[in-house]
């Protein structure tokens, strides 16, 4: 999956990377395809080796909108059977779901040169949770959708927390109980009757565990040792030599320093977007300040600040965090 964003659209929060179609509304489906640059379709062809010879068992992805000379065009390589959701079809499914013809998209585009594709509306009033009477969150709805075959057609709950607009992808492995996905195999029209009877119940469930972790005491220690879970010191190199040791020595100062950091905010508090966050003893302060790092903090030298946080290895650190402190033990 490519870590930079090709095109996209955001309403009110302005991405790190300063690209995009700024709106100062939320958008309806067809400004999100129209301002998310979607406006294209995909198609698959056979390939060949330099010879000529058909390889089979493999076909090319690629986007019919781009000419034959733009290798940008290809998209991935994928068996025979897999079926492409087109990006129109794939909003007019996701939209019956979420908006029938309303404003409700926040963000939408596409990763690299098309490789994979997002929509992230929000679900009505009715949906918002309060850990506390003071800290609401906000449910969303995230659907995506590769062409390269690299992850199925995806559609989970992402919860922000509106003091510091922490964000975190709900259900995301297997295991977890809301996570809707289809491989691509077709017979899509399925999809929003599907999942429309899981909203509510996972709404409760979602509020339910938020609330048992705001009232689980978490000390600074035992934070830590959880940190040390989540950032484990990298294990040393099998080969002895400079290079390899350097390298592992500024891996495991790495490593460290970024365990330390999570802790100080965890005991001392931070400022973000203008708002004070207080330090507190327990799980669900804990996991904010894991997404507070990861959202505003984290210093990401390679790809792409919005992708790394909302699909990359930013988003795998707030899953695993997750587990993590939403655990009994």
Known sequence: MPDWVGKMFYYKERPWHGKGVALDHLATAEEAIKYGGLDWEVEKIPIFTADGTPIKRRVAIVRKDLPHSDLNRVLGI???????????EAVELFDRLVG??????????????????????????????????????????????????????????????VVCWNTLKMALSDRSRFVYKRWHRGDYETIPHEIEAL???????????????????????????ILERLLPDPKPPQRQDERSRREYEWRLERVREEREAILRIFTEGTTLNGQRIEPEENAWAALNTVIAYIDHLRDVKNGDRYAH?????????????????????
């Open 78 to 88: 994928v068996y025979p059977g897999f079926k492409p959701l087109q990006n129109k």
């Open 100 to 161: 029938k013809g309303e404003p409700v998209y926040h963000t939408g585009g596409y990763l690299g040169n098309g490789e994979v594709i997002w929509l992230l509306a929000e679900l009505p009033d009715k949906f918002r949770i309060f850990v506390r009477d003071d800290d609401e969150v906000r449910l969303f709805m995230l659907f995506t959708n590769s062409h390269d075959g690299t992850i199925a057609v995806d559609i989970r709950i992402t919860i922000v927390r």
């Open 199 to 225: 909203l509510e119940k996972e709404k409760a469930a979602i509020q339910e565990q938020f609330k048992r972790m705001a009232k689980r005491v978490l000390t600074e220690d035992e934070f830590r040792r």
């Open 309 to 329: 946080i909302h699909f990359g290895y930013g988003a795998r650190l707030k899953e695993r965090a997750y587990e993590l402190l939403s655990s009994p033990s």
